[in-house]
C-alpha cells in the first residue's frame, strides 16, 4: 500500500490529452513538493516534473504539474505513442521523514 | 554530464548482507544542495525509496528498512555505499541510485542493478 493514491491506469487516443492524479495528506503532498517520473519498461525512471510544476531541461511543454491541497496531478496533452509508459509521484513525507512515492499509473495510448 | 554507476552483487543468498555502491560522475558528493538516493522495485511492482544522503552528517532511511540499513560515503572515490543486512527473498528487486535534490526530486537516475536473493 503505497502512502500516495495514483490511480492504476489511464488511457487516451493519440493526439488527446490525460490527467494523472496523486493524492496524498498534510504530512506529504500538503506541505512539500511534488515530482513526477516516466518509466518506460525496462529502464529507469525519468524526471518530468519537479517542485510541482517545473519542466526538466528537454522535457516538452506537453507535459505539466500542478498542485491544489494535498493532491497532484500531471498533464499529458498531444498524446503519442511514446508517452506509453508507467508514471510515478513522489514526495518527502514528514511524519515518515522520508521519501515515498506513488503506486504508479500505467498510461495506454489507444 | 551528470551519470550514477550502480554495481553489487547479482545474487545474494537469504541471511546475507548486500553492499551496493553507487559511482557519481559529473558533480560533487561535497555539493551540499545535491545527495543521492537509493531506491528500489520488485519485478512487476511501484518504486520504493530506500534511503538518502546529503553529505555525510544528513543520513536518512526507509522506517520499513531502517534496521537493516547503512548509507556512507567516498568522497575521495565519488561513491555512494548501500549495505543491507539479512536479506530475504522479497528484497529481490532493481535498485537504483539517483542524484537528489534538497526538495527531494531525482533528476538523473543510473540505469539499476538487479538483485536476486535466492539459495
Known sequence: QSV???????SAAPGQKV???CSGSSSNIGSKYVSWYQQVPGTAPKLLIYDNEKRPSGIPDRFSGSKSGTSATLGITGLQTGDEADYYCGTWDT????SVFGGGTKLTVL | QVTLKESGPVLVKPTETLTL???VSGF???NPRMGVSWIRQPPGKALEWVAHLFLEGQKSYSTSLKTRLTISQDTSKSQVVLTMTNMDPVDTATYYCARTSTTYYMDVWGKGTTVTVSS
Open chain 1, 19 to 21: 490527467t494523472i492524479s
Open chain 2, 21 to 23: 555502491t553507487c559511482t
Open chain 2, 28 to 30: 560533487s558528493l561535497s
Open chain 1, 95 to 98: 511524519s515518515l521523514s522520508g
Open chain 1, 4 to 10: 500516495l493514491t495514483q490511480p492504476p491506469s489511464v
